[in-house]
């Protein structure tokens, strides 16, 4: 058999591991290759990139949909000094920080700058907490724990938030345009602000424990958590990455990328890597959805990225594109060195035709990277550079993280300690407490196991979330992450994603939620045709009963035979919290959000229209 050709690229930090097992049962992993020096301030970068490449584009984005608007590292320095300023001249501080609720955009990328370089924190809140969210729950609990000094919205679309959960005395500063019955300040005058000599003193006096945002979590059950974020957690990380990654130290990175700032894969991992390694970021208001992503793929026809990241949604779209659209085969393909996904796992289909697309276009695939990270270690800790990786490795620890694996039940859980592991949650010292064993290891909740017992130094594989875990009646254990992947991979184009539904009864069941515009296509429905009518359609009907028999046929036992499947007509709700604006589903909200769903699906209820039974036989 001919071995695939890759493209070249420097690789390192986490190829290999000692391992270390001890008396009390644990495990523990740590990359041979030791953390290098690294700056002790993320703004440290800034500064160094403004002397050394002045010129070079830092960030840019298109102009109301036209050409792209630049800014260079010497610019973004001047701006950072100059709203700086501003937001000290407004008395803002760690206790007052600044909350930025809009999108990614040239305003919200000097506003960070300009935070960090003076040292007050800042919080990128999701845009869907104000745009899309009817109650503002989330974002009222967000400012209510931050306490802000000044907020920020790009126009007046935020109006309604801002009046719905903003203190009437904190200064809100707009992008463009004005809000009806309350002042705002004008972005372009924080930019025009000169800066006086207590800008340099502000930032003269931050360090690796200055706190440069406070990132929330997702939240699931529980509220949003603020993860204190700081320079030395940054740097360290960024460091870890360019160890990992070597070929970024090779050239400066050229990214496309939408992924939001107020999640740590966009806001500390893509944006990390672009300023750390003084490369370029260009910022793409696509989305991974059947109309978002034309925008995409634009951006990915003119702009040919070195490093290339998104979701599996995301990556599938473009796959999808690419096969009957030579230019943007022949843009994405020409100088990547990589792709890495994250949020969920890729489908092994995409996966596999995207090695196909690469071969046929440049004669070599392009290598895959795939990590375990998360919000509260900035977030890289566990890395995949190889080429033999596939949908669900996550690799050997990074370079500077200790690895703790323990028993929990029949899972084994993964723990970190490293200096990219955050300090605690803001304002919750119960909530530190609980995340922290003993020995000061972050309790990730997330299960691992060895892809080869016999050789550690295969890597480890996720094996889904201890927390999502249960069992049926009958005690026996049900692993819901592996699963989940399989009916995602099983009812591939379908299907996003599914929630596993059994606890403490006799039987599993699976709630779906649909790619409705897959669905749509599938029964040649027009773009107007709404759901019900969609998932009505007999050919969609047929689809989702041939995956039930087929799921239900693979099962080697009551922990993974799935017995009913419901397809769900209702969207995940953003306001309960089953679902991120990166897309992916949170399986204890929905589950808590729809109980009463779940009493029905396995109650059998005859009057259920969405309930599929193996074999379309009589429901039991």
Known sequence: MIEPRYRAARVGGCLEATLERRADGSTLLRSTEALAWHPQRLSDLLEQWAQDAPERTFVARRHQGGDWVRISYAAMLERARSVGQALLSHGLSVER????????????????????????????VSSAYSLLSTDHG?????????????????????????????????????????????????????????????????????????????????????QPKGVITTHRMLCANQQMLRQCMAFLADEPPVLVDWLPWSHTFGGNHNLGIALYNGGTIYLDDGKPTPRGIAETLRNLREISPTLYFNVPKGFEEISAAMEHDEPLRQSMFRRVKAFMFAAAGLSQAVWDRLDAQGERTVGERIRMLTSLGMTETAPSCTFVVGTTARSGDIGLPCPGVEVKLVACGDKTEIRFRGPNVMPGYWREPALTAEAFDEEGFYCTGDAVRFIDPADHGAGLRFDGRIAEDFKLSTGTFVSVGPLRARIVAEGHPCVQDAVITGLNRDQLGAMVFPRLADCRQLAGLPAEAGPVEVLHHPAVRDFFQALCTRLHAQGTGSANRIERLHVLVEPPSIDHGEITDKNSINQRAVLSHRAALVEAMHADDQADPWLIRPHGGPRA
């Open 97 to 124: 920080p600044l909350a930025i609720l809009s999108d990614n955009d040239l305003e919200h990328a000097t506003l960070m700058m300009a935070a960090m370089w003076v040292g007050v924190p800042f919080v990128s």
């Open 138 to 222: 989330k974002l009222r609990h967000i400012l209510g724990k931050v306490t802000p000094g000044m907020v920020y919205a790009s126009d007046a679309r935020f109006g309604v938030a801002i009046e719905a959960v903003v203190e009437p005395g904190v200064p809100v500063v707009l992008g463009e345009g004005t809000l009806a019955g309350r002042p705002s300040l004008d972005f372009a005058g924080l930019l025009a602000t000169r800066p006086g000599p207590e800008v340099q003193q502000a930032h003269a006096a931050t360090g690796p424990d200055t706190i440069v945002k406070f990132l929330f979590t997702s939240g699931s059950t529980r």
